[in-house]
């Protein structure tokens, strides 16, 4: 399985940009599909997820500002960043919860993609 990343780039304070990341490869089952971040420093945080019934989490941070959506097949995932600002400056990593069969949990990440904010 592997997850390719895209949609990263740079962009100015109060713009947007759009994430997205492909699954290939068969999962058993997926339970979740997650954006992550890690700036320059910093521990990598979960950004916003969305479960395989379609409910959405996300950090404080984010909320109001960005989208996690997905396809039906769930092999692809989307984020939708609206109103950047430069502490939004990071490298976006797609991850996706499965499980490879029904005993047995399996966390994949894609290769990240980087999003810079200027001021």
């Known amino acids: 399985v592997q997850l390719q990343a895209s949609g990263g780039g740079l962009v100015q304070a109060g713009g947007s940009l759009k994430l997205s990341c492909t699954r290939s490869?068969?999962?058993?089952?997926?339970?979740?599909m997650n954006w992550y971040r890690q700036a320059p420093g910093k521990q990598r945080e979960l950004v916003a997820g969305?479960?395989?019934?379609?409910?959405?989490n996300y950090v404080d941070s984010v909320r109001g500002r960005f989208t996690i959506s997905r396809d039906n097949a769930m092999k692809t995932v989307y984020l939708q960043m609206n109103s950047l600002k430069s502490g939004d400056t990071a490298v976006y990593y797609c991850?996706?919860?499965?499980?490879?069969?029904?005993?047995?949990?399996?966390?994949?990440w894609g290769q990240g993609t980087q999003v810079t904010v200027s001021s």
């Open positions: 969305i479960d395989r019934d379609g409910i959405t």
């Open positions: 991850n996706v919860e499965g499980y490879t069969d029904p005993w047995t949990s399996q966390t994949y």
């Open positions: 490869g068969t999962i058993f089952m997926i339970k979740a």
